[in-house]
């Protein structure tokens, strides 16, 4: 007896094969219905970070004060990207593997409704009694007529009477309709692929950026280069040189609160120019507010927050005076306390000697209250609205860092200076508008106000259009698939002689079975006007997966 010999190329599969079958499941797996809605659960599951943890693009300085009360909490999240949810490395391979996986999805279901839509719809079943809905009865006439006014009775039905072969003459006719539902469904896959596209793109494309301008009709700020913006982020596909130029300038800011103290409204009173009004220096008047934003093109202005921005006078002992105004920190956001920092150098010929002039720098850190209120000498504040303002400072003389060409923060002084001992504390004080404090040397520190800023945000998103006629049609194809069913009806008309012909009708939900009998029943009532007296009552209960 011979023992045969398996070829091992047979017996055992090549490692291309193995990859090519791991690749192949991968996909299908990928590409499943199943698979999209689980990447879509989970990209709203990554979303709610965003909402729950400020985030950088938004709000920095929010951010920043997250991090700064937490320290160790704060960086954690910083590193999971739980402050930059929609920019981070995860939320993208979600947001990308949703993306592929619909596609995946869809492009079959199109090919297949494609293919239905060309289809005859299908022969009658040999055995219409098994069906859930049937019902008989007699009609006069021919069988060939009958069919003819079933088809009349069905105007918006895709219709096919075929004579059946060797039976006598039965003539048989199929009806379906709702082939509308699965267009609505893949319109709204289709959409909404098209929303994350279109987002996606606008990602890449577009660009935000955020400044604060003191509202004081001062020169406010220019759209020219991400250089004018506190924080900008920009597309992949942005360098920050093609801005479109606009300018804007804030008048006043108003805000509303109730007697809580809760904001009810933000709005300010801006004036802008774009376009053909840079060259003519034409300005034009448009009040924003938080839900109101200014839109110039694809480009949107909007009023996210506001705060105060001290005024300080400081006096050198040869009375050349230098007056700064900067924005604090709203630190509080139910009381506005805030808290900031800033630096000023003596005016040119105060001190001829450059070393000296170094040396007389001031530097002032503190607190603002809009409304104080004074624990002794702590200050705190009761109220947001600003009608008795004050503030705690720190005045400190000495180098304060100006020259040194190292980036600082404008709501806190470096510690390495006051470290080293070149930046000296010289008093600490409270002060209301109009007082001051006197130094060893003569130099005033006065308090003169303060004025209320806006916090603006420029975005430029080119897709935000197809955003919406994604979002439109998407809802157009979620109300079709819902209100469309889908339906079958099936009639055998046999011939009896004397001119009269026995009908038998059924009918079949495809996809949902609520209101199904009532409708068949009108149908039916339609074509068999002359119900058999042993016809079979529609029933409503039984199997239906012995249709055809």
């Given at each position: ?214 509202a004081d009709h001062g020169p406010g700020f220019c759209n020219t280069s991400p ?83 001290p005024t300080f006078t400081v006096t050198f002992p040869d009375g050349r005076t ?108 409270n002060l209301r508008p109009g007082q001051f404090a006197t130094l060893d040397d ?107």
């Open positions: 007896m011979t023992t045969p010999i398996l070829d091992r190329r047979h017996a055992r599969p090549t490692a291309a094969r193995s990859a090519a079958a791991t690749v192949r499941n991968t996909w299908r797996r990928l590409t499943s219905m199943r698979t999209a809605l689980i990447l879509l659960f989970l990209l709203a599951l990554a979303a709610i970070p965003g909402a729950l943890f400020p985030q950088r693009d938004l709000n920095s300085q929010a951010v920043a004060a997250y991090i700064a009360s937490r320290p160790t909490i704060g960086p954690a999240l910083d590193t999971l990207g739980v402050f930059d949810v929609f920019s981070s490395a995860w939320f993208t391979a979600i947001y990308t593997l949703l993306f592929v996986s619909l596609i995946g999805c869809l492009l079959p279901r199109v090919a297949e409704h494609a293919r239905a839509l060309r289809a005859r719809p299908v022969a009658v079943p040999r055995n219409l009694g098994r069906l859930t809905l049937h019902r008989g009865g007699t009609r006069a006439g021919r069988p060939e007529e009958i069919a003819d006014d079933v088809r009349r009775n069905l105007p918006r039905w895709r219709t096919e009477i075929r004579t059946e072969p060797g039976s006598g003459g039965v003539v048989t006719v199929s009806a379906e309709k709702g082939y509308t539902r699965e267009a609505g469904n893949l319109i709204f896959h289709f959409s909404l692929v098209g929303i994350l596209a279109a987002v996606a793109i606008g990602k890449i494309v577009g660009y935000e950026g955020s400044v604060i301008v003191v250089a004018v913006y506190d924080s900008f982020r920009a597309g992949s596909a942005v360098d920050g040189t093609g801005l479109d130029p606009f300018c804007v300038r804030v008048k006043n800011f108003t805000a509303d609160y109730l007697p809580n103290g809760q904001a009810e409204m933000f709005t300010s009173d801006i004036s802008y120019q774009s376009g053909a009004d840079l060259t003519t220096d034409t300005w034009n008047d448009y009040q924003l507010k938080v839900n109101s934003p200014l839109r110039l093109g694809n480009q949107r202005v909007y009023l996210t927050g506001h705060g105060y921005a230098r007056t700064e105004t900067i924005q604090f920190r709203p630190d509080d956001a139910t009381t506005f306390l805030s808290s900031g920092a800033l630096r000023i150098d003596p005016p040119g010929g105060s001190y001829p000697d450059p070393a000296e002039r170094r040396r007389n720098q001031i530097a002032i850190e503190g607190l603002f209250a809009p409304t104080a209120e004074f624990n002794g000498d702590l200050l705190s504040s009761r109220f947001p609205e600003m009608t008795d303002p004050a503030v705690a400072i720190d005045i400190y003389r000495g180098d304060a860092g100006l020259d040194s060409g190292t980036p600082q923060s404008i709501f806190a002084l470096g510690t390495s200076m006051i470290e080293q001992g070149r930046l000296v504390k010289q008093d600490r004080v003569g130099i005033t520190v006065r308090f003169d106000g303060a004025k209320e800023f806006a916090n603006l945000q420029v975005g430029y998103d080119p897709t935000q259009n197809w955003v919406l006629v994604f979002a439109t049609t998407m809802m157009i194809g979620l109300v079709v698939s819902l209100t469309i069913r889908r339906r079958r009806v099936f009639v055998r008309i046999h011939p009896t002689g004397a001119g009269h012909a026995e009908v038998q009708m059924a009918g079949l939900a495809r996809t949902d079975h609520a209101g199904w009998g009532p409708e068949f029943d009108s149908l039916a009532d339609r074509i068999l006007p002359e119900p058999a007296d042993n016809a079979s009552p529609p029933r409503q209960n039984g199997p239906e997966d012995h249709a055809h």
